[in-house]
């Protein structure tokens, strides 16, 4: 099987934006009576939607957030994660020597993430990547985030529609999280991991491979893994 398509996760992946989100989760739940520490985030929330996440907060911490509350609150994150977010370069180191080095050979490239739309146009402004990929998915696209596989399969099926010989099984996804990886995997995908969020050790069960970080990655590589 040849490499179709390269499909990349977006925060923990091209951009260094986990503890941008966790921040400006943290900066307003407060708030609302909510006691999030930066080690929960990471250990349960980090692969949440922004209104998953506050589903499971409401949930976690018995507290209302239905209806205009939990609005508010998923507003409030945004304002602040763009005032944190706005004027620095995010981008992790290798992020876009990969991303150029793809763009230069025949294989389609996409980006499924989590993230809100305006989120990655955000931290990807300047940097004329994002013409790059021909398809992205994210949050504003699918009503369950990872580790639930909508939001890949809606990938696979915008990539086909642009070229109808992409099958899941010559798409690799490039992930960071266990969800991710869970999400990619029950979607028929390829996977690869970068250890820029969590251990290898945690990764490797849900992974064809795993590598340190996103520099490490290289045409030869992705090519040998759907081969």
Wanted: aromatic share 8%; charged share 30%.
């Amino acid at each position: 099987m040849a490499l179709q398509a390269v499909i990349f996760d977006f925060d923990g992946v091209l951009v260094d934006s986990e503890p941008v989100h966790c921040r400006a989760f943290l900066d307003v739940v407060g708030r609302y009576d909510i006691g999030l520490t930066e080690e929960q985030y990471y250990a349960k929330y980090l692969g949440y939607t922004d209104a998953e996440c506050v589903r499971a907060l409401s949930r976690d911490f018995g507290v209302d957030l239905s209806g205009s509350r939990g609005e508010a609150l998923l507003a409030e994150k945004t304002v602040r994660f763009e005032a944190l977010a706005r004027g620095n370069n995010w981008l992790i180191d290798g992020a876009e020597e990969l991303v150029r080095t793809l763009a230069s050979k025949d294989v389609h490239m996409a980006i499924c993430s989590g993230a809100l739309r305006s989120d990655i146009a955000l931290m990807l402004e300047g940097t004329g990547l994002l013409s790059c990929f021909e398809v992205v998915v994210t949050a504003d696209d699918v009503d369950r985030g990872k580790p639930d596989p909508e939001a890949f399969v809606l990938c696979v099926e915008r990539l086909r529609a642009l070229d109808e010989a992409v099958r899941p099984e010559g798409c690799v996804v490039i992930e960071d999280s266990h969800w991710g990886l869970e999400a990619a995997r029950a979607a028929g995908l390829r996977r690869v991991a970068v250890a820029h969020t969590y251990a290898q050790t945690r990764l490797e069960p849900k992974a064809d491979r795993v590598v340190r970080k996103v520099g490490d990655l290289s045409w030869e590589l992705l090519v040998e893994v759907v081969g």
